[in-house]
């Protein structure tokens, strides 16, 4: 059972919903909904057991708290770690742009 809570900031729902739009646009609703399905369990099954056993982010110094990341294939998972809960603040894919 995990023993973090996790919740997701804005941003991070929106790069979730906007890799699932291009999703859909791609590949079709039956190969998207599963991807999506898949990253949010990786996110919530790793991170709600062992966030502090992902490495530190290379943009670290740029937030005020400790952030850490997790890659789930070709995504990045930016977060912190406040007490008994992870937030994650963004979610970086192969295409976002930046």
Known sequence: MP???IEYSDEA???LDSSLAWGFE???AVE???WYVEMTDSISN???SFPFGQPLAP???EY???VRQMIVGRYCVIFSI???VVTVLHVRGPYTGE
């Open 26 to 28: 791609r590949w079709g």
């Open 13 to 15: 729902i929106s790069d």
């Open 32 to 34: 998207a909904a599963p």
């Open 82 to 84: 406040r007490a008994k």
């Open 3 to 5: 023993s973090y809570e």
């Open 59 to 61: 943009e670290n110094s």
């Open 46 to 48: 790793t991170l709600g």
């Open 64 to 66: 005020g708290v400790e």
